[in-house]
């Protein structure tokens, strides 16, 4: 996927990603090979150093162990053909010194590789080797700079008559050095070679994943995205792969109910510890799948749709659809009026002919009778609501109602304990839970052999009760909680909106003010919903 929108803003031809960050690597793997090999080769020079002088005093201790050198020191001059110096050229020979210079208490050389120099003071301060001590040097000395070795020399009976010393050519110590180069350049060449493939190899991953995008690329698509994120209005939620929350924008935060300064905070949180337990926080964690999938937060209703990303994470987006819902359930209840108007003009219309009937008959006496009994029915009906039901938008549902409900054939009647006075703190949310649990026990009641709804509304100190009953098939108990989750109907859903929402309204509106809302099983047989509202009355 590419992003031509991006290129087109380029300036010049940016460097990509990719390449920087292989060239980042391989230079981190070549000062990492320059650094290893420089620490690797520091302590070899030191060691073959201390090899060096090692070896140089352990020749010399050799030879000062020789008792005929020692006493050639004591019985011979110092000469070119002198025993001394013959002893100390073939230990010399033997063992590959660049000297072995055998001298007296004086300071004089009694044996060198260079005859000439026989007889003459050493180069060096041979005072601690004379003084009984073993000594071990880098010096410079006549012949150059070498790895010294010097020891005292003991006659037989312990004392000390001269000193040896003995010198490792210091070319022959820098040859091992160098000698050693090329094999440990191979290796850190190799050990390059590797890092080199390695960071390759990651480039290239790391080429798919940015998409061979720039820097400047990414921290643009960045800034984007968080603009983007927090002014469309539309709610968005990422998740990760365990099911904690990686970004929550400004609209989910307003939808779902979050406080503005919470939502930054809900990163890296349990989605259930951000929303709470419920059918929300299982659509958008995946437990409940499909599209379009209807929730209530709160007081509001929402549509969410959740898509996997590859990580095994998923986006989940958020639309208010509480407006769109009411308009739906406002729009249910027009047309029930409508039909209970249109079905009344029928009525009326009958009545009409029926009365031109029996004036034309002459029968005035009839018809008079007839118009008081038509219109006592509906002042009846009208003055038994009022009397029980006090407050106006309440008796103007029930009234409402009842005359739907006589259009289906199902009678709507007010139980004989109703009563509720005109005292109500929220009348617009019981018109709400009376108007769904009403609509639904008409559904259920209609088609039944005795078809009947019966509603009762009542106040018990400061608490409302409101209960439904209906004539249908009830309520099965093993379902009596499940049938207050949003989505779950028995009926088939209307061209305009879900069903599945009644009920779980009913509910969330009766616990926001802190009551409760429960299905049952009425006396008669069908369903009962019971409503209790404390503190619903002033």
């Given at each position: 996927m590419r992003f031509p929108l991006l290129s087109a803003r380029r300036l010049g031809l940016p460097r990509r990603a990719v390449s920087q960050i292989?060239?980042?690597?391989?230079?981190?793997?070549?000062?990492?090979?320059?650094l290893a090999t420089g620490l690797f080769l520091a302590p070899l020079s030191a060691q073959l150093d201390d090899q060096a002088m090692r070896r140089a005093l352990a020749i010399a201790q050799s030879a000062a162990a020789d008792p005929a050198l020692a006493a050639g020191v004591l019985?011979?001059?110092?000469?070119?053909?002198?025993?001394?110096?013959?002893?100390?050229?073939?230990?010399?020979?033997?063992?590959?010194?660049?000297?072995?210079?055998?001298?007296?208490?004086?300071?004089?050389?009694?044996?060198?590789?260079?005859?000439?120099?026989?007889?003459?003071?050493?180069?060096?301060?041979?005072?601690?080797?004379?003084?009984?001590?073993?000594?071990?040097?880098?010096?410079?000395?006549?012949?150059?700079?070498?790895?010294?070795?010097?020891?005292?020399?003991?006659?037989?009976?312990?004392?000390?008559?001269?000193?040896?010393?003995?010198?490792?050519?210091?070319?022959?110590?820098?040859?091992?050095?160098?000698?050693?180069i090329p094999g440990l350049l191979a290796y850190a060449g190799g050990a390059l070679a590797a890092g080199a493939l390695a960071a390759y190899l990651l480039s290239r991953r790391i080429q798919r994943q940015t998409r061979d995008l720039a820097f400047s690329d990414i921290a643009g698509l960045l800034a984007e995205r968080e603009?983007?994120?927090?002014?469309?209005?539309?709610?968005?939620?990422?998740?990760a792969p365990d099911g904690?929350?990686?970004?929550?924008?400004?609209?989910?935060?307003?939808?779902?109910?979050?406080?503005?300064?919470a939502a930054d905070g809900c990163a890296g949180r349990p989605l259930e510890d951000v929303l709470g337990a419920g059918r929300t926080a299982d659509v958008l964690s995946g437990r409940v799948t499909g599209r379009d999938l209807l929730t209530v937060q709160g007081s509001?209703?929402?549509?969410?749709?959740?898509?996997?990303?590859?990580?095994?994470?998923?986006?989940?987006?958020?639309?208010?659809?509480?407006?769109?819902?009411?308009?739906g359930r406002e729009l249910d209840s027009t047309r029930g009026l409508i039909d209970a108007l249109r079905a009344q003009d029928h009525e009326h219309a009958n009545r009409l002919h029926t009365l031109l009937g029996l004036l034309e008959l002459g029968l005035h006496e009839e018809a008079v009778e007839f118009v008081t009994e038509?219109?006592?029915?509906?002042?009846?009906?009208?003055?038994?609501?009022?009397?029980?039901?006090?407050?106006?938008?309440?008796?103007?549902?029930?009234?409402?109602?009842?005359?739907?409900?006589?259009?289906?054939g199902v009678p709507l009647r007010l139980a004989?304990?109703?009563?509720?006075?005109?005292?109500?703190?929220?009348?617009?949310?019981?018109?709400?839970?009376?108007?769904?649990?009403?609509?639904?026990?008409?559904?259920?009641?209609?088609?039944?052999?005795?078809?009947?709804?019966e509603v009762e509304l009542r106040a018990e100190g400061r608490t409302a009760v409101l209960r439904v009953r209906d004539s249908g098939p009830g309520v099965p108990a093993a379902r009596r909680e499940e049938i207050f989750t949003e989505g779950?109907?028995?009926?088939?859903?209307?061209?305009?909106?879900?069903?599945?929402?009644?009920?779980?309204?009913?509910?969330?509106?009766?616990?926001?003010?802190?009551?409760?809302?429960?299905?049952?099983?009425?006396?008669?047989?069908?369903?009962?919903?019971?409503?209790?509202?404390p503190e619903a009355l002033r």
């Open positions: 292989l060239l980042t690597q391989l230079a981190i793997a070549a000062g990492v090979a320059v019985s011979s001059g110092a000469s070119a053909d002198s025993p001394v110096q013959s002893s100390a050229e073939r230990i010399r020979r033997a063992t590959g010194a660049e000297y072995v210079v055998v001298l007296d208490l004086d300071g004089i050389r009694r044996s060198h590789p260079s005859a000439d120099r026989i007889g003459l003071p050493v180069s060096t301060d041979p005072s601690d080797a004379l003084a009984g001590r073993e000594v071990m040097e880098i010096d410079e000395g006549t012949l150059g700079r070498s790895a010294r070795g010097k020891v005292p020399l003991l006659a037989a009976d312990g004392e000390i008559v001269g000193a040896v010393s003995v010198g490792i050519a210091y070319d022959s110590v820098r040859d091992r050095l160098l000698g050693a603009a983007m994120l927090h002014s469309i209005r539309e709610g968005v939620i990422a998740l904690r929350v990686r970004l929550v924008n400004d609209e989910a935060a307003r939808l779902l109910g979050l406080a503005p300064d509001r209703v929402l549509v969410a749709n959740r898509m996997p990303t590859e990580d095994g994470g998923a986006v989940a987006t958020l639309r208010d659809r509480t407006e769109l819902e009411h308009l038509v219109a006592g029915v509906h002042r009846t009906t009208a003055e038994q609501v009022t009397e029980k039901v006090h407050d106006p938008l309440l008796a103007a549902l029930l009234v409402g109602k009842a005359t739907v409900a006589a259009e289906r004989g304990t109703s009563l509720l006075p005109d005292r109500l703190v929220d009348p617009g949310g019981l018109v709400t839970i009376l108007g769904n649990l009403v609509d639904n026990a008409l559904d259920a009641a209609a088609g039944s052999a005795a078809p009947l709804v779950w109907s028995t009926k088939q859903p209307k061209a305009h909106r879900e069903r599945g929402l009644g009920l779980a309204l009913v509910r969330r509106l009766a616990e926001r003010q802190g009551g409760s809302a429960r299905a049952g099983e009425a006396a008669d047989g069908g369903a009962e919903f019971s409503v209790v509202l």
